[in-house]
């Protein structure tokens, strides 16, 4: 759950929006950022040269205001203003939104029933941002909720899932008004009962389970209607922030997914999410429904639709079609004892889950009787806890769950309850829960989990914020890139210790050790910045005892200045020559030995190296040497449901038919990247044609069942000299370095693939006069439109 009150503060967000909108558009500069409690600011903040934990100024007319929300604070019932803004880039035009926080708004008014404690996080380390880290319970019905939510935050939880009415209330047996149309007693409970923020931090509501859309028996798909759309009402007036809806039945959801679809396109002011609730692993249906008449009509379902009704994926991916992908409806999916092949959850990983429920029957005991997991299970959580979904554990039988007595401190590894000793809270390393809750072990042991978990590498903060943000790539050529673009290009001291091993080899290679006193390298760094290749130059010429002599040459003016700068710095004066001109204009005043350059995009040739680099091989020697010496693009099928939620909210064409920059995060990899587009410098052909076309076939894994494909992933190999290669291909990707993300090509639909079907995709780089484009699409095992004609959308201009 997110902490978001917008519905809380109805007109609060509208005037502050307006307000900063005004301020934004009149040119006005600053807006103070400051830490409000119970938060944290994202560390990119820190990373932007902006001081971490106290105030900041942003300069609105550098970072474009993106969107406003209001936060709560879960613990303090503080409210904040939270803005949205757009961030330096990273090898992108426009680049992704941090969340900053403004001054705090009021705080709630007190609530009529507190929570005696606050909800405890499963663990307490700082900088921790996610929302895994909340842990909720599902309760039985009761129409004391304080009761429910207090006994749920004292035993730990963070936030109950709780039914919102009697289960055994039935729209059509309640007395109605004379008109008929609504009931005239109260089929909820009151609002008044929790404090708003109550509501909408702790409770998650939960939809009446008997409900039956789809059965066939009209009288009780007419009540189930009723009810529903009840529920989702009430759930909206208590901004809630989720409900979990029961389970479809299998492929045959037509008329539950209808009133979903009607709920989600209704209030557009409602930002409630729906959770549908979807076994992990589906039942048997023949055990489960127990007639040998359903398992008939199953298979007809199956036979009919072509999908596999014993595959649960299969019920979502019919329910959430049907709904048109709505990006309100997310999956909770339920986990038992069994979990599918693993293959098969992976592919959750590119869909829009929030929630695990975990039943406690999914557990198993040790060897003293204390609840833990299979190792399986703990590697499906470890996966979640990544992906900021939270856990919600249910227990079917409330009776069987706690043994009787069991301590709280038992220690170990694969069966442990109580997190490790080295708890950052600076207690002894133990949990305390104050009161018997029959599922205290379990969340114990799930904390245990979390806590396990590796802490953040310095690159995972770094990337953190960035992850599936959708960001156009540079234009390197086209434009002039900023002061602090080339700054975040500088710290990756790994690119440069690989291009300082690519010039070294050829410095090795091109002068041997006896020749080394007598003989002056030329080397060229051709689209030099503010000078990292001419340093990592210099340095290999340092480290191989070899003379050069560098020429930096660089389009953009603005780092011209920097690099005249670091000639008196550095003291280059008698090494480097500065030219600041386009590589492909320039008239050299000798031939180079080496061409030292670095003009990649996440896509390999999206930033124009083959046409620069033609350009500028008129000034390499016949037997001179290219650092990179050549590149390929690579490609891979993806479920990325954010990412194309993100691209559809555009509502355009155009935003559909451009790649992004991404760092990929909650995406499922349907198959192996393969090789799309190659370029080789020098190219001595007589002719240079820097047009391709490519026609992948991608096998996807029977076993893994069908899946969604959103898009592709792309990425590139670039090998700059011999064996010295730099890229961000997944399966060869240069440790550590993180100047590039990966590139995301969408497709306009969603196309189904089928278990073990061929993907048959097409690939072109089209060149024009004044501009580059890639078009795509697919042929296998369905047809797509050809995205991107005559580069409409998305081009680079040369
Ligand atoms: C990706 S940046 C790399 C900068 C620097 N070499 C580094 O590694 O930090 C590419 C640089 O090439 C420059 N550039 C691109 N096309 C060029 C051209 N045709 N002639 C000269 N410079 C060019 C850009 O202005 C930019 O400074």
Redesign the pocket.
Same mark, same amino acid.
Do not use: Q, T
């Given at each position: 759950m997110q902490n978001v009150l917008e519905a809380d503060l109805p007109g609060a967000a509208d005037a502050l929006t307006s307000f900063l909108r005004r301020w934004h558009c009149s040119g006005a500069t600053f807006i103070k950022v400051e830490q409000a409690p119970g938060f944290r600011l994202v560390s990119e903040l820190a990373f932007w040269g902006f001081p971490p934990l106290s105030i900041a100024l942003v300069d609105l007319r550098r970072y474009p205001l993106v969107s406003l929300s209001v936060h709560a604070c879960p613990y303090c019932e503080q409210r904040s203003l939270v803005a949205l803004i757009a961030a330096p880039p990273h090898?992108c035009a426009a680049p992704p939104p941090l969340v900053h926080l403004l001054r705090c708004l009021p705080p709630a008014p007190p609530s009529r029933v507190r929570a005696s404690r606050a909800a405890m996080p499963l663990a307490q380390r700082s900088d921790d941002p996610s929302e895994s880290r909340y842990c909720g319970v599902e309760a039985a019905y009761s129409a004391d909720v304080a009761h429910t939510l207090h006994s749920s935050l004292d035993a730990g939880f963070d936030f109950v899932v709780a039914p919102l009415v009697d289960p055994l209330y039935r729209p059509s047996a309640v007395e109605r008004s004379p008109d008929g149309s609504a009931p005239r007693i109260p089929f909820a409970g009151s609002d008044l009962d929790l404090a708003p923020s109550q509501w909408s931090s702790h409770v998650v509501g939960k939809v009446a389970p008997w409900l039956d859309l789809d059965g066939g028996d009209p009288g009780v798909a007419r009540d189930s209607e009723t009810a529903l759309k009840q529920q989702l009402s009430w759930a909206t007036h208590l901004s809630l922030q989720a409900v979990l809806l029961p389970p479809p039945l299998p492929l045959r959801c037509g008329n539950y997914a209808r009133c979903v679809n009607q709920v989600l396109r209704g209030s557009a002011t409602s930002a409630t999410q729906l959770w549908l609730r979807i076994p992990a692993l589906a039942p048997d249906l023949e055990a489960a429904e127990g007639t040998r008449h359903e398992d008939a009509a199953a298979q007809q379902r199956e036979a009919v639709s072509g999908r596999r009704v014993n595959d649960s994926w299969e019920w979502w991916d019919h329910f959430r079609t049907l709904c048109e992908h709505h990006n309100q409806l997310s999956v909770a999916l339920d986990c038992g004892s069994s979990l599918p092949s693993a293959s098969a959850l992976e592919r959750w990983k590119g869909e829009p889950m929030r929630a695990v429920l975990l039943s406690s029957g999914a557990f198993l005991s040790n060897k003293r009787g204390f609840p833990c997991l299979s190792k399986r299970h703990q590697q499906f959580l470890a996966t979640c806890f990544r992906h900021n979904i939270q856990v919600v554990l249910t227990d079917p039988d409330p009776s069987a769950s706690a043994p009787a007595g069991a301590p709280l401190d038992v220690e170990g590894d694969t069966a442990p309850v109580g997190p490790p000793s080295t708890a950052e809270d600076g207690s002894n390393g133990h949990v305390t829960i104050p009161t018997r809750h029959p599922l205290r072990l379990h969340l114990e042991y799930i904390a245990h989990l979390y806590q396990k978990i590796p802490p953040p590498s310095e690159q995972d903060r770094f990337e953190a914020g960035y992850r599936d943000f959708l960001q156009a790539p540079?234009q390197?050529?086209m434009d002039?890139?900023e002061a602090q673009t080339?700054e975040t290009?500088?710290k990756d001291a790994k690119?440069?210790s690989q291009?300082q091993l690519a010039v070294a080899g050829a410095l090795r290679d091109r002068v041997p050790e006896e020749h080394a006193a007598a003989t002056t390298t030329v080397v060229m760094?051709?689209?030099?910045?503010?000078?990292?290749?001419v340093r990592a130059s210099l340095a290999a010429a340092h480290e191989t005892q070899r003379r050069v002599r560098v020429y930096a040459?660089?389009?953009?003016p603005n780092?011209v200045v920097t690099l005249h700068h670091l000639v008196a710095l550095e003291g280059w004066q008698d090494s480097v020559t500065i030219v600041s &001109?386009?590589?492909?204009a320039?008239d050299a005043p000798e031939q180079a030995d080496i061409l030292v350059?670095?003009?990649?995009g996440s896509f390999g040739d999206n930033?124009?190296s083959p046409e &620069?680099l033609d350009?500028?091989q008129r000034f390499l020697k016949p037997d001179g040497i290219s650092i990179p010496a050549e590149y390929t693009s690579y490609l891979a099928p993806i479920t990325a449901a954010k990412l194309h939620a993100d691209v559809r909210a555009y509502n355009d064409l155009e935003h559909f038919e451009t790649a992004y920059v991404v760092k990929l995060h909650s995406v499922a990899t349907l198959s192996p990247p393969q090789p799309v587009f190659t370029f080789a410098h020098p190219n001595r052909a007589a002719v240079i044609d820097n047009r391709r076309y490519t026609k992948l076939v991608f096998s996807t894994d029977e076993d893994a069942g069908s899946a969604t494909l959103h898009g592709f992933a792309g990425y590139f190999d670039a090998v700059l000299y011999k064996d010295v290669h730099l890229g961000i291909e997944p399966a060869t990707a240069t440790p550590g370095m993180f100047s590039w993300f990966a590139i995301f090509f969408p497709l306009r639909s969603p196309l189904y693939l089928p278990a073990g079907a061929d993907l048959e995709v097409h690939f072109w780089r089209c060149v024009g006069p004044t501009k580059v484009w890639y078009e795509w699409g697919v042929t296998a095992p369905t047809v797509s439109s050809i995205h991107n004609p005559n580069g409409r959308s998305y081009w680079v201009g040369l």
């Open positions: 090898h540079l390197p050529l002039n890139l080339y290009f500088e690119k440069y291009y760094v051709v689209g030099a910045g503010r000078g990292p290749l040459v660089e389009k953009n780092a &001109c386009d590589m492909r320039w350059s670095e003009l990649l930033e124009l &620069c350009g500028a």
